[in-house]
């Protein structure tokens, strides 16, 4: 029997390190393994015995491109915890920050790291020869969800101005409406954008997930709501353990979370847009529909333009926000520990993120549990990878490797926050 093995060291263009097994035997996928090998972090243990205040900048180390998700899902809980909310103004700022991690971290992912792959090019520095234009916006548009982040964070990378019940320091109207006439660029670029991913060539693929999103009566969700998906499940974020659980599975050191009633389901821009196309403005949708993007996508290699939908929506967003901003009185609600449970979950731009703390009397943390949106989805990537290879075994080793890399990063996995390097290793006998 003829057998083959393909190799790749290393998948660039992705956050972080881990390794893919596909084995193929007698025309048909036997094993596929998402392995993630590098040893556990140990964030979790590391807040126990801190003091409430310091989760919020102790999380937001867990990772570089989405800090603020981290924070976002730590702050809530502990108010949730000591039973107060923040709303008004305050509120809006989180959206704010927010948005300003969403146009920085979807343009990183469809412009630098998914785009080539669309293109034919190994990397964005390649493709800029060729899309010198598209690369230089993409840039400009990054720093402007950096900008935004380091106003009101403080600083672009792991920010440093949220706290539990508002901010350290809140910025003035005068100082927000700098952003105004970049924000409108911003916007017009994000609209071009949608026109030219949904150009791109996409391979034949569509599932039957189970989207799982945050689900606000009002907003496009980012950091409250219900937890909800397309399967009946209608639930507060409180109960999310009721309905999730995580489990170790022996060729992964990051834990696979699942639906103790469904299995393995879906996170990120598919679920969130999918569950809340509704509460997107007119305008990001009527790009999705120019771009031929039904409300429902069930097409992975078409979250690039689900994220450039989310982009325009992010800026127009932050324009309406700062349009409404009024700077509050106190730059924080004042806070009275107490001991408790609290639980709080955001859309972080890959999908929800939960966060669950144990508190003492005093505040102090005795117990925390987070669960990031990549070890989420990871039964899902598996489960993709065997349907993509089982559709296209007469493809050749080398293009059925880079199409795998290229569904791989349909998922914009955060390895980094569990692990840090991706070998894919495709098996045929």
């Not at 390190?17 to 964030?43: C, M, Q, S, T, W």
């Amino acid at each position: 029997m003829r057998s083959r093995t393909i190799k790749v060291d290393y998948l660039a263009r992705v956050e972080g390190e881990g390794g893919l097994y596909v084995k193929i035997k007698n025309r048909a996928v036997v094993d596929v393994k998402l392995r993630i090998f590098e040893p556990p972090r140990f964030f979790e243990a590391f807040l126990r015995g801190r003091n409430h205040s310091e989760a919020p900048d102790i999380t937001a180390r867990i990772c570089g491109i989405c800090p603020i998700a981290y924070q976002t899902s730590s702050v809530t809980a502990m108010e949730n915890a000591f039973g107060v909310k923040v709303e008004g103004q305050l509120r809006a700022l989180r959206r704010l920050i927010y948005c300003g991690e969403y146009i920085e971290s979807h343009v990183l992912h469809v412009y630098l790291l998914h785009a080539p792959d669309f293109l034919g090019y190994e990397d964005a520095i390649r493709m800029a020869k060729d899309f010198p234009d598209a690369v230089k916006n993409a840039l400009k548009l990054k720093k402007i969800g950096n900008d935004l982040m380091t106003l009101v964070g403080g600083r672009e990378i792991h920010p440093i101005n949220m706290k539990v019940g508002g901010f350290y320091k809140v910025p003035n109207k005068k100082e927000l409406e700098t952003f105004v006439e970049p924000l409108k660029w911003a916007r017009d670029a994000a609209l071009e954008t949608v026109k030219l991913v949904a150009t791109f060539d996409f391979p034949e693929l569509e599932q039957d997930y189970e989207f799982v999103a945050l689900r606000h009566p009002d907003e496009y969700p980012l950091f409250d709501g219900r937890l909800v998906s397309n399967k009946g499940l209608d639930i507060p974020i409180a109960d999310f353990e009721k309905h999730f659980e995580e489990l170790h599975v022996e060729h992964s050191t990051s834990l696979h979370c699942v639906h103790k009633e469904h299995g393995s389901y879906l996170v990120g821009p598919l679920a969130r847009y999918a569950l809340n196309f509704d509460k997107l403005t007119p305008s990001a949708q009527q790009a999705a529909r120019a771009a031929k993007l039904d409300e429902v996508c069930r097409n992975p290699f078409k979250s690039i333009i689900v994220r450039s939908v989310e982009t325009v929506y992010a800026c127009e967003e932050a324009l309406r926000i700062i349009k409404e901003y009024e700077k509050p009185e106190k730059p924080a609600i004042d806070i009275v520990p107490k001991a408790g449970i609290g639980c709080g979950c955001s859309e972080a731009p890959r999908g929800i993120l939960y966060h669950r703390y144990r508190l003492d009397e005093n505040g102090v943390i005795l117990d925390a549990k987070i669960v990031p949106p990549t070890s989420q989805n990871q039964g899902i990537i598996e489960s993709d990878l065997r349907e993509f290879v089982s559709r296209n075994l007469a493809l050749s080793n080398e293009k059925l490797t880079w199409q795998c890399e290229q569904a791989i990063r349909n998922y914009d996995p955060c390895i980094s926050c569990s692990c840090h390097f991706l070998k894919l290793h495709i098996e045929r006998e």
